[in-house]
């Protein structure tokens, strides 16, 4: 029987050098899953940087994924936090035809969505929006009538609510019956990120 994909959203904590993202993006090419969404940024930490993936996948294959993704160079720490509780938020800027006798109605539109106007032109402006990926469609939905010129979305950052402890969790399905010692990589200990782990299975995926 063939696995039922969802959304999978992994946090990645990453040493800041070269090749870091082409070689993450390529494991998931190499298995043949698409990569929804994807933001790089710097941390808290110096040199550190998180990665937020959105993946649709299987959930057999989403701890293989997580367990393959922590055994690249320069990765840190990784979690699926799919199932935890958490704030997402993307942004999007939408450029539409604003004519005069449309503009009440687009502010309206705006003021209802809890956006914001960020540039007026003659015939057109530009709507930020920030929020959760389901008021963003909805926003594009709406517009859509009006006459949408040009749109830009951000990837989905994704954080875990309330105050979390350092990575101490137990590992991804696949590794936790192996009888070696466990292994951590070494680099900065970090905060907010998922258990550091190793796969019972190298090359499983």
Request: neutral net charge; hydrophobic residues 40%; without cysteine.
């Amino acid at each position: 029987m063939t696995e039922r994909e969802k959304p999978h959203t992994f946090v990645v904590y990453v040493e800041n050098k070269p090749g870091v993202l082409n070689r993450i993006a390529s494991l998931f090419r190499r298995r043949g899953y698409n990569i929804e969404s994807l933001t790089v940024g710097h941390t808290e930490r110096p040199n550190i940087s998180r990665m937020t993936i959105v993946s649709s996948i299987g959930e057999g294959a989403a701890h293989r994924v997580e367990a393959n993704i922590y055994k690249l160079v320069n990765v840190l720490s990784v979690e699926d936090v799919t199932h935890g509780t958490t704030i997402s938020r993307s942004l999007a800027l939408i450029k539409v035809e604003a004519p005069e006798e449309s503009r009440h109605r687009l502010m309206e539109i705006v003021r209802v969505f809890r956006a914001r106007v960020v540039d007026l032109a003659p015939r057109s402006l530009i709507i930020e929006i920030t929020g959760a990926e389901d008021k963003i469609h909805a926003l594009v939905d709406v517009l859509r009538p009006f006459g949408i010129l040009e749109m830009v979305r951000t990837g989905q950052v994704v954080m875990r609510r309330g105050v979390q402890e350092r990575a101490e969790s137990s590992p991804p399905k696949g590794a936790q019956d192996d009888p070696r010692p466990s292994q951590q990589k070494t680099g900065p200990e970090l905060t907010g990120a998922g258990a550091l782990v190793e796969a019972e299975h190298p090359g499983s995926v």
